[in-house]
């Protein structure tokens, strides 16, 4: 039989389902910690959208990924939804709170460094999470993760870190002061909607993709990338807008006005 019906992925459940469980016991720990009387206690909902995030994770781990229609959701988990509910926990606020003064201070100086700058741009976010799919769907890659277990996860986990990355970069709750202004990262935010959509037409189409599928398969999961990617990319921007704090104009004292005329 032909490759185009019987391929699915090699998967290695078990111990990827370990992570979210044991980061999500981990978050709630040191939440729960935050509830001691000489703390600041923690945001219920912070709680929640975490905890939610480490379900859909563990539902993409959990999904039988029989066609290409269920690889579409899963990358739809992993990449998207899954990394929403993750960031808008703010576990960098969390980590900060629990760990030593000193770890936390050598960490807020690392991430001043200009390469850790470059990584937390919305630009790098977007090369390399829409740039991934292009590459992914473009080349002969996502045939090749059908024969090697080791590639089809190194894969899953790039689209789960850059998207971590990626919707850290939007809409981090984190207070980051080399973080990019939002007029940006709306750009950046546009650009990945129209990155996605255009891909999902290409799949639709059946035009340069190397996709082991049926066309039918094809316009299943090109209608999952294009209408899931859309309202996960409008739950980013709502997060965004609601996170947008606008910065204050600043009056000019007395003395600087009179150094200006």
């Given at each position: 039989?032909s490759?185009?019906?019987?391929?699915?992925?090699?998967?290695?459940?078990?111990?990827?389902?370990l992570?979210?469980l044991?980061?999500g016991?981990?978050?709630?720990a040191?939440?729960?910690?935050?509830?001691e009387?000489?703390?600041?206690?923690?945001?219920?909902w912070?709680?929640a959208a975490?905890a939610?995030g480490?379900?859909?994770?563990?539902t993409?781990?959990l999904?039988?990924?029989?066609g290409?229609?269920?690889?579409?959701?899963?990358?739809?988990l992993?990449?998207?939804?899954?990394?929403?509910?993750?960031?808008l926990?703010a576990?960098g606020?969390?980590?900060?709170?629990?760990?030593?003064?000193?770890?936390?201070?050598?960490?807020?100086r690392?991430?001043?460094?200009?390469?850790?700058?470059?990584?937390?741009?919305?630009?790098t976010?977007?090369?390399?999470t829409?740039?991934?799919l292009?590459?992914?769907?473009?080349?002969?890659?996502?045939?090749?993760?059908?024969?090697?277990?080791a590639?089809?996860?190194l894969?899953?986990?790039?689209?789960?870190?850059?998207?971590?990355l990626?919707?850290?970069?939007?809409a981090?709750?984190?207070?980051?002061?080399?973080?990019?202004?939002?007029p940006?990262r709306l750009?950046v935010?546009?650009?990945?909607?129209?990155?996605?959509?255009s891909?999902?037409?290409?799949?639709?189409?059946?035009?340069?993709?190397?996709?082991?599928?049926?066309?039918?398969q094809?316009?299943?999961?090109a209608?999952?990338?294009?209408?899931?990617?859309?309202?996960?990319?409008?739950l980013l921007?709502?997060?965004?807008?609601a996170?947008?704090?606008?910065?204050?104009?600043?009056?000019?004292?007395?003395?600087?006005?009179?150094?200006?005329t």
């Open positions: 039989m490759l185009t019906h019987t391929a699915q992925h090699p998967t290695t459940v078990g111990p990827a389902l992570v979210p044991v980061v016991w981990c978050y709630l040191a939440a729960l910690r935050q509830r009387p000489d703390r600041a206690g923690w945001s219920h912070r709680t975490f939610t480490c379900a859909l994770l563990a993409a781990l999904l039988p990924v029989e290409f229609a269920a690889h579409m959701w899963q990358h739809l992993l990449g998207m939804l899954a990394p929403l509910g993750l960031v926990g576990p606020t969390l980590l900060l709170r629990t760990v030593d003064r000193r770890f936390g201070r050598a960490a807020l690392a991430l001043g460094h200009p390469v850790a700058r470059t990584l937390l741009h919305p630009v976010g977007l090369l390399l829409a740039g991934g292009w590459l992914l769907y473009l080349t002969p890659l996502y045939r090749a993760t059908f024969s090697s277990s590639l089809h996860d894969v899953n986990l790039h689209f789960l870190l850059s998207g971590l990626f919707t850290w970069s939007i981090g709750p984190e207070p980051y002061r080399h973080r990019a202004r939002v940006v750009v935010l546009g650009a990945a909607i129209v990155a996605h959509a891909l999902a037409q290409l799949l639709y189409a059946g035009l340069l993709v190397d996709v082991p599928a049926s066309p039918e094809l316009r299943s999961g209608a999952v990338m294009y209408y899931g990617g859309d309202l996960a990319e409008i921007a709502l997060a965004l807008l996170s947008w704090r606008p910065q204050p104009r600043r009056v000019p004292t007395p003395a600087a006005a009179s150094a200006v």
